[in-house]
């Protein structure tokens, strides 16, 4: 834990092989928020230094896409966006790239309902890829979707709990933009989680408290793209946090994280 990952592929012979490796440690403080400048001036998302460290993901006890439960480890430390990418952060890209806003986010905007603060929505994981790849070339630094397992990760901060605060779903309105009982006011039929957040749109980031590892809006606000092909189980899973098949070659893709608009189950960490 906590040192460079390498790796060799070797040909056995009948005399075998030895094969010794010199780790490098990786110095990086978890906690610490990094910002990188882009070329084309402003910031990169602020992202947020987590610890290598080991956990169950998945729930033995959910549905079928959440199980097997097994054991991951992460061994080295990695940034993540301490925020969802924002309307704005996600618009400098587009202007650079000469592309446009989603219609839907562009027409939300126009009637205020929406902020250049809101998270991005109704992106593509092409998009979405494509837009880290971006990151990428303007900093100089390698920016890429999480795994599923790293989300998991990074989303839980240390707890086995169905939400990183327990397990109480009435706690969630004091952590995410979920669909609550303000949402109930405006779609009347719709089964609801019996707190009150206040929010009926995904309108601000960061509104709410932080997990432990200081990341915002995990278990609400939008889903998250992940690097993963889509997977109905965990069956095919790996224990070292890589992701299972190659993200822009496979029929569907993961995402992860509820949204405004999600009940009690699909908010949980595991789901």
Known sequence: MGY?????????????????????????????????????????PPMVIVPAGEFTMGNA????QER?????????PFGVSKYEVSIGEF???????????????????TTEELTQDSPIAHVSHQQATK??????????QRYRLPTEAEWEYVARA??????????????????????????????????????NDGQDTPRSRG??????????DTHGNVSEWVADCGLPQYSRGVRDGTQTGQGQGCSSHGH????????????????
Do not use: H
């Open 61 to 64: 006890k959910g549905s079928g």
């Open 158 to 195: 240390g707890s086995q709990s169905p939400y990183f605060f327990g397990d109480n779903p009435k706690k969630l309105c004091d952590y995410a933009n979920v669909a609550d009982q303000t949402v109930k006011r405006r779609y009347r039929a719709w089964t609801v989680i019996d707190c």
């Open 91 to 109: 618009l400098r890209y587009a202007k650079a790239i000469g592309a446009e806003l989603p219609k839907k986010v562009a027409a939300a905007i």
């Open 4 to 44: 460079r990952t390498q790796t060799k592929t070797l040909n056995l012979t009948p005399a075998g092989q030895t094969v010794r490796f010199n780790l490098n440690m990786l110095r990086a403080a978890p906690g610490t928020v990094l910002t990188d400048e882009l070329t084309i001036g402003g910031n990169a």
């Open 256 to 271: 992860r994280g509820g949204s405004w608009d999600s009940g009690a189950e699909a908010t949980a960490n595991s789901y």
């Open 131 to 140: 837009y880290a790849e971006w990151l990428s070339a303007q900093t100089g």
């Open 207 to 216: 509104d709410y408290m932080p997990n432990r590892f200081g990341l915002y």
């Open 68 to 76: 097997p439960a097994r054991s991951v480890q992460l061994t080295e």
